[in-house]
């Protein structure tokens, strides 16, 4: 769900010229320990030092209503964009910033996270109440469109902020 998502927003923005680089990036080998990001992270296209930050969506179309942002919790001014950008699409996802601890480091935004990136993971909140994660039910007819538009819409809004209007925590 998470890729499907990074794939309208990036269609969503390429018409715009930013004025900071975008790379839209998918990885594979994320259940094998994280072997394309880690990859990446080893060579990157782009100097870790001057990425701004890593915005990851990863299980993005099951459960409640809810959305988590794993990362923001020792990064009080990520906080607040990412807040400012909930109100200011006037979203109606409700966030749940408290969760995914124990999930942080299972996707790809943790192999930047281990290189001082700044790297924040959109996901869809109560992993715990998702019954198809990682099962052979989980198969895309039991997707949630709406709750993926909504994580998307904010994902793209809290990207736009970034790299269009310079609004960098």
């Known amino acids: 769900s998470g890729s499907a998502s990074l794939l309208e927003v990036a269609q969503a923005l390429a018409p715009y010229r930013p004025k900071h680089d975008i790379l839209f990036l998918w990885f594979s080998g994320e259940e094998l320990g994280l072997l394309g990001s880690r990859s990446y992270c080893e060579s990157p296209l782009y100097p870790h030092e001057k990425t701004i930050a ?6 993005t179309g099951r459960g409640e209503n809810k959305l988590n942002i794993g990362g923001l919790w ?3 001014n990520w906080s607040k964009f ?5 109100k200011k699409i006037k979203s109606r996802i409700k966030m749940d910033n ?16 281990q290189k001082d990136v700044t790297a924040l993971f959109f996901f ?10 990682h099962q052979p039910t989980d198969i895309s007819e039991s997707i949630q469109g709406k709750k993926m538009a909504q994580i998307a819409q904010l994902f793209s809004a809290c990207a736009w902020a ?3 209007e310079n609004d960098i925590p």
């Open 98 to 113: 408290d969760q995914g601890r124990n999930l942080f480091a299972r996707s790809d935004h943790y192999s930047f996270y």
């Open 124 to 133: 869809e909140a109560d992993l715990d109440k998702n019954k198809l994660y």
């Open 82 to 86: 990412i807040n400012k950008q909930h």
């Open 54 to 59: 890593m915005l990851n969506m990863d299980m």
């Open 74 to 76: 020792n990064l009080p």
């Open 162 to 164: 970034l790299a269009y």
